[in-house]
Structure formats: structure tokens, C-alpha cells
T-cell receptor
Framework: NAGVTQTPKFRILKIGQSMTLQCTQD?????MYWYRQDPGMGLKLIYY???????DKGEVPNGYNVSRSTTEDFPLRLELAAPSQTSVYFC??????????????FGPGTRLTVL | KQEVTQIPAALSVPEGENLVLNCSFT??????LQWFRQDPGKGLTSLLL?????REQTSGRLNASLDKSSGRSTLYIAASQPGDSATYLC??????????FGTGTQLKVEL
């Protein structure tokens, strides 16, 4: 199993541009998450999904959109990129939200800079 | 609003030492607490998950305890090794299926 994969690894955007961060998991997990990590800070939840076709906002959803058309994929869309969106973005997945199967598995991250 | 604090922010110890990392949280109404390891430039790896009904979990040289009523967890690392050098994050899950993360403890184990 590849686990959770993310593309691209690095990206530089100009202010106002848009892009999609890709996330794929091959563990057949129902739950998927997007986090951002700013320097010296903990991770903050952007959006999450409990299954295909179902998404919900996290703590910091403004400026982002998500979709979940399949179990495997959970892309994160940035519209009108702003310098405040400069961060490292992590995708994660878990089997359920109960018990030990709640363990979240993380991708390697996408480092995004908006200039 | 849940807040998670980790102390110390950074720690440097000689190889072989036993050490304790601390995590505190403000809202005791949690479902579970997880400890993660993060290596530079990489994602997070889950180390231990303690459910709210449990007091501790062990994996190899790692032992994590949870005192929900006082809002505290500790991660104990026995016989530390240079390969343990990383940032350790704790995260608590409350309502709404959301993890709240601490800012981490950066650990360096020196030869």
C-alpha cells in the first residue's frame, strides 16, 4: 500500500492564481481530512469528509473548497490565492472515527508559497 | 474552545536517557488523544492513540498516559536514541470529529 499520497510536493503561486492540491489514499478509508501547518504552529483542520459525496468545514475553511467524488480522492481547491495561504498542507485519512481505527494516516505534505 | 499546550517546546538530551514530554488540554470532554511524530519535511506518523476510557497505551519504548480529569497526557520515551530525534505532537479529538493539535516538542537526542 502506498498509503496517503499528495501532489505536488512544492508549488509557488502568484497572488490571485488558483490551484488544486491532490490527495489519494489506497487504504479504503472512509474519512479524509485536509490540514494546514504554519511555522511554529499546530495543524489546523480545513475540511474533512466522512465518505464519498459528503464534506464538511473544519476550523479554517475560508478560501478553500473540496470535493469527494470517490472514496480514494479528496482534492483541495484554492481559489484566488493569497499570501496568508502560504503554508504546508497535509492530507490524512482514517478508517472510522471510533476507537483505535480512528488513527489518522498522513501524507507527506505540499509546501505552498504565495507571492 | 479546546486549546492544547505542549511543554517544553524543545528538548535536547544525551543518548540513553529516559524522557517525558507533556501535553495539556483545556476541555476534558474528549474522545481520544493521539501522539504523533513528525520528521523534518515529512508528514505525521501516529505513535499511540489513547481512548478517553483508557489510562495508558504502550508501544515498544513508548508509553503514553492520559489523565482526562486534569487535562494532561505524558509521552514517556525509554532509553532514547538519536533516531528518536523529531518533533512530537499531541492532538485531542473532541466533538465534531475534529482533532486539535498542540504546537509540538522538538526533541534532539545527541550521541
Amino acid at each position: 500500500n502506498a498509503g496517503v499520497t499528495q501532489t505536488p510536493k512544492f508549488r509557488i503561486l502568484k497572488i490571485g492564481q488558483s490551484m488544486t492540491l491532490q490527495c489519494t489514499q489506497d487504504m479504503n478509508h472512509n474519512y479524509m481530512y485536509w490540514y494546514r501547518q504554519d511555522p511554529g504552529m499546530g495543524l489546523k483542520l480545513i475540511y474533512y469528509s466522512v465518505g464519498a459525496g459528503i464534506t464538511d468545514k473544519g476550523e479554517v475553511p475560508n478560501g478553500y473548497n473540496v470535493s469527494r467524488s470517490t472514496t480514494e480522492d479528496f482534492p483541495l481547491r484554492l481559489e484566488l490565492a493569497a499570501p496568508s495561504q502560504t503554508s504546508v498542507y497535509f492530507c490524512a485519512s482514517s478508517r472510522t472515527d471510533r476507537g483505535q481505527r480512528d488513527t489518522q494516516y498522513f501524507g507527506p505534505g505540499t509546501r505552498l508559497t504565495v507571492l | 474552545k479546546q486549546e492544547v499546550t505542549q511543554i517544553p517546546a524543545a528538548l535536547s538530551v544525551p543518548e540513553g536517557e529516559n524522557l517525558v514530554l507533556n501535553c495539556s488540554f483545556t476541555d476534558s470532554a474528549i474522545y481520544n488523544l493521539q501522539w504523533f511524530r513528525q520528521d523534518p519535511g515529512k508528514g505525521l506518523t501516529s505513535l499511540l492513540l489513547i481512548q478517553s476510557s483508557q489510562r495508558e497505551q504502550t508501544s515498544g519504548r513508548l508509553n503514553a498516559s492520559l489523565d482526562k480529569s486534569s487535562g494532561r497526557s505524558t509521552l514517556y520515551i525509554a532509553a532514547s536514541q538519536p533516531g528518536d530525534s523529531a518533533t512530537y505532537l499531541c492532538a485531542v479529538k473532541g466533538g465534531g470529529n475534529k482533532l486539535t493539535f498542540g504546537t509540538g516538542t522538538q526533541l534532539k537526542v545527541e550521541l
